[in-house]
């Protein structure tokens, strides 16, 4: 078959990239076109720009598990799927009606929206599985506290709740519109942190962990292979199974972990490709003692006030090759995305300040302030809804679109019940393993890396771009680190190694279709209802 006109275009100038590796310099040569004709130069794809929208804390089937089909009561917005709809591996009646854990799943409706959150411990997912019987969700992953915030009030059997189109309504509908996965997991078990640092280096592993600034009153224990904060394990074997804060950066308030090794930044540096990372309440409110103050918040879904920065969702500060310590500042708009004193890690203010001088980074990933990122026990779907339309909608106006792809992920499941048992593809051996049995993850080989039981849970991606597929269920099974190697082939930048997950996991290519001539049209939302405006 005659390769695509893009493909050989970009096969000629990955053997620049090649030459490039090998010392000749030509960051500067392509540093010094448009940023426009960079991206088109070095991309395997007609996408020469990539927006990763990386959410918090939501399993597949809590919010897709009876897609494409809405309970619809009176005065909910309403979801209608098109005829010729693709159903998913969502809840059956049996799942719903029978299901062999403590407490049947249940819909959770739009006044249930600010829920609990869950129990999503490394150790205690892998309980929850309960070696593929998928039947211990209620005494393992339910929230732990009985109300939380003081307001919101915790039953354990919430841990199989579900919501449908009235609430998740913008998700169904960029469903019905461009394409979703439903065999997208987590390459790990575990919170929050593991899955930042799957997208961006498939690696939790090479790990060192710090007692420098626990809290008052906080437990910490750290050796060189192991952190240990109020009982339970942040870093077993030199792999990250928690949620210490990242060391290179000055907002961290408790104990910290550093990672060694490269990411997909360094990557991207080395082959003078623009990107960025851009979070929420990353720009300081105040300096205290010559450090920042990351002071800004909002009041979340549950009426109390939380911080927008949440370092641990930050995972290139983890590393001193990506990290921006002391929170700075970009020199000028027109920089961002290039390498100067922010180093790629930039509020969220500033890439739309870049896409106001149609200067977008090539790749961006987007991190929403807390009260919008969907994690319960502070965000909830309705808050997070009018962040991801109005982050949308704004995209598909840019004249960038038409070359954009644009990626809805998460980074853990919250521990939210979901009926599919992981494929566990990476097996471990520590105290922190349970899903096989204690202290066991499956039969560990000598390629498999302590700490790093996976994939995890079941997670939802859909992707919005011109070349999406149109209303269309993928069910390869993919990965957090699939996007990561997406980034990896579309820009050309070869494999992270190091034991990096990007080897071993699938891409995302199933989901376009780069036939159709990027005829997908743009879908606009409202971002209250999550309904097509007209």
Known sequence: ????????????LGLLAALASCGVALAAATRSKSPAATEADHTETPIRYLVVIFQENVSFDHYFATYP???????DPAFHAASGTPGVNGLTEVLRTHNGNAAQPFRLGRD??????QDHEYTDEQRAYNGGLVDRFVPEGHGTEATQYGKTVCHPEDVMGYFDGNTVTALWNYAQHFAMSDNFYGTVFGPSTPGALSLVAGNTHRATGYCTRPRAGTDCKATDTTLETEGSPDIIDNTIIGDPQPEFDDCSQRATASMEGPNIGVLLNAHAVTWGFFQGGFRPTAQDGGKPVCGQAHVGAHGVSFPDYIPHHEPFQYYRTTANPHHL???????IGESDRANH???????????TLHHLPSVSILKAPAYQDGHAGYSDPLTEQRYLVETVNRLERLPEFRHMAIIIAYDDSDGWYDHVMPPIVRRSATPADAL????MCGRPTSRDIPGRCGLGPRLPLLVISPYARRNYVDHTVIEQASILRFI?????LGRLGGGSADLDSESLLTLFDFDNGGTTPPLLLDPATGQPTK
């Open 1 to 12: 078959m005659a390769r695509r006109p893009w493909r050989t275009r970009a096969l000629s």
């Open 69 to 75: 089909v809405a309970l619809n009561p009176p005065g």
């Open 112 to 117: 249930r929206a600010a829920t609990c959150d």
């Open 329 to 335: 500042e970009p020199e000028r708009p027109d920089l």
């Open 345 to 355: 890690q930039y509020d969220l203010s500033d890439f739309w300040a870049a896409a």
């Open 436 to 439: 096989s049995g204690p202290g």
């Open 488 to 492: 990896e082939d579309n820009w050309q």
